[in-house]
């Protein structure tokens, strides 16, 4: 089992920026790919980012790129999403998402994600 925890979600003005962090723990949670995902209110959870396992890949949504960059920390089991720029329309919660049979590929769908975050909420006003 994998337990994931995110936190540094917030208010911000548009413009401005946030970091997420995701802790992660359990069994060989440093192997797994981490992705992150958001969910608006009546709208579908969507991909965001992701990185592979020891960081060598990383895989961005088109609405993000440019903006936001997906890291991580394995000796911390942490993974980071720093958001720069930031839109109203970025406004979601922010869910934190494990997957442990990527191998080399960076999934964009929430099926292949076994291990998910409870989320943040990040708000940006404008």
């Known amino acids: 089992q994998v337990q994931l925890v995110e936190s540094g979600g917030g208010l911000v003005q548009a413009g401005g920026s946030l970091r997420l962090s995701c802790a992660a723990s359990?069994?060989?949670?440093?192997?797994?790919?981490l992705g992150w995902f958001r969910q608006a209110p009546g709208k579908k959870r969507e991909f965001v980012a992701a990185i592979s396992s020891n960081a060598g890949a990383t895989h961005y949504a088109d609405s993000i790129k440019g903006r936001f960059t997906i890291s991580r920390d394995n000796s911390k089991n942490t993974v980071y999403l720093q958001m720069n720029s930031l839109e109203p329309e970025d406004t979601a919660v922010y869910y934190c998402?494990?997957?442990?049979?990527?191998?080399?590929?960076?999934?964009?769908?929430?099926?292949?994600?076994?291990?998910w975050g409870q989320g943040t909420q990040v708000t940006v006003t404008s």
């Open positions: 359990g069994r060989a949670v440093s192997s797994h790919a």
């Open positions: 998402a494990a997957d442990p049979y990527s191998g080399s590929y960076l999934s964009t769908e929430t099926y292949e994600y076994t291990y």
